[in-house]
Nanobody, 126 residues
């Protein structure tokens, strides 16, 4: 079965950078969409960035545009999220997700994604 494993989280100061990685295994075919979501206690899981695997089209939440970059290595089933200029409000558990439902935008609600990793914690504080 499909398994997603995130890594790269940690604690950084405001303005710092982190790069998250997500390794996928257990499937022959690439998902249609891959994305990063985040969640803090008491808040609903929200989409951060997504990428459509067919053409590499990306989408970002307004709050992270210009600071975060999502990318995917085709040679390996690996998804990345480069996070720069981190802010305290970026503090959250970050999850990697994949969805095999084809068609349309990958900017989908979290509950529409099929598979999830265990999450990696990102903490931004001074």
């Amino acid at each position: 079965q499909v398994q997603l494993v995130e890594s790269g989280g940690g604690s950084v100061q405001p303005g710092g950078s982190l790069r998250l990685s997500c390794s996928a295994s257990g499937t022959t075919y690439s998902s249609y969409c891959m994305g990063w979501f985040r969640q803090t206690p008491g808040k609903e899981r929200e989409g951060v960035a997504t990428i459509r695997t067919s053409d590499g089209s990306t989408d970002y939440a307004d709050s992270v545009k210009g600071r975060f970059t999502i990318s995917r290595a085709n040679a390996k089933n690996t998804l990345y999220l480069q996070m720069n200029s981190l802010k305290p409000e970026d503090t959250a558990m970050y999850y990697c997700a994949a969805d095999w439902r084809a068609g349309g935008s990958c900017r989908r609600a979290f509950y529409d994604y099929d598979y999830w990793g265990q999450g990696t914690q990102v903490t931004v504080s001074s």
